[in-house]
């Protein structure tokens, strides 16, 4: 198993541009979680899905939009990108079968400056 | 009053030190802890799981939780360079639905020196 996989690895945006990071599982997890990283600032939720078809918005939702329409994808979109966005962004899947090891998986990120 | 609270450090021990990392949090509700560990420019790999008050021994690596202090340990026996890393601690109460959320603690940098 690849575990989850994230596209691209790094990428410079010019302001206002826009772009989508890819978040892909094969371990056929339900929950998948999309979070930025900054300095100072630990882990912060963005999007949630709590399975196909299915969004929601986390902690700091605003300027992002999420698409989950395969079960083992979950997109995040930037439309207008703005430097505070440049960041490390993390996709995280958590299976749900009931087990005390139920708990996030994580991807190894999308390195994002915003100039 | 932040929800989990970590020093984020940056600690510095020698090679062989045992190692006590440490969160305190709020939210009577959480039952499940987690610990991470996170390689620079990785992504945060889960170490350790427990459930409730109480320890649990992973070969080095012991957590331990205080429900009644609200407080969460992790120590590190006869620490390596290889465990130098950022360590987040995470929780979340009830299970099922956006209760699978967790809130993590900001992460404590550590370096073991050799």
């Known amino acids: 198993n690849a575990g989850v996989t994230q596209t691209p690895k790094f990428r410079v945006l010019k302001t206002g541009q826009s772009m989508t990071l890819l978040c892909a599982q094969d371990?056929?997890?339900?929950?998948m979680y999309w979070y930025r990283q900054d300095p100072g600032m630990g882990l912060r939720l963005i999007h949630y899905?709590?399975?196909?078809?299915?969004?929601a918005k986390g902690e700091v939702p605003d300027g992002y939009n999420v698409s989950r329409l395969k079960k083992q994808n979950f997109l995040l979109g930037l439309e207008s990108a703005a430097p505070s966005q440049t960041s490390v962004y993390f996709c995280?899947?958590?299976?749900?079968?009931?087990?005390?090891?139920?708990?996030?998986?994580f991807g190894p990120g999308t390195r994002l400056t915003v100039l | 009053q932040k929800e989990v609270e970590q020093d984020p450090g940056p600690l510095s021990v020698p090679e062989g030190a045992i190692v006590s990392l440490n969160c305190t949090y709020s939210n009577s509700a959480f039952q499940y802890f987690m610990w991470y560990r996170q390689y620079s420019r990785k992504g945060p790999e889960l170490l350790m799981y427990t459930y409730s008050s109480g320890n649990k021994e992973d070969g080095r690596f012991t957590a331990q939780v205080d429900k009644s202090s609200k407080y969460i340990s992790l120590f590190i026996r006869d620490s390596q360079p290889s465990d130098s890393a950022t360590y987040l601690c995470?929780?979340?109460?009830?299970?099922?639905?956006?209760?699978?959320?967790?809130?993590f603690g900001k992460g404590t940098l550590l370096t073991v020196n050799p």
């Open positions: 371990m056929n997890h339900e929950y």
């Open positions: 995280a899947s958590q299976p749900d079968r009931g087990g005390l090891k139920d708990t996030q998986y």
């Open positions: 899905s709590v399975g196909e078809g299915t969004t």
């Open positions: 995470a929780m979340t109460g009830r299970r099922g639905g956006s209760n699978y959320k967790l809130t």
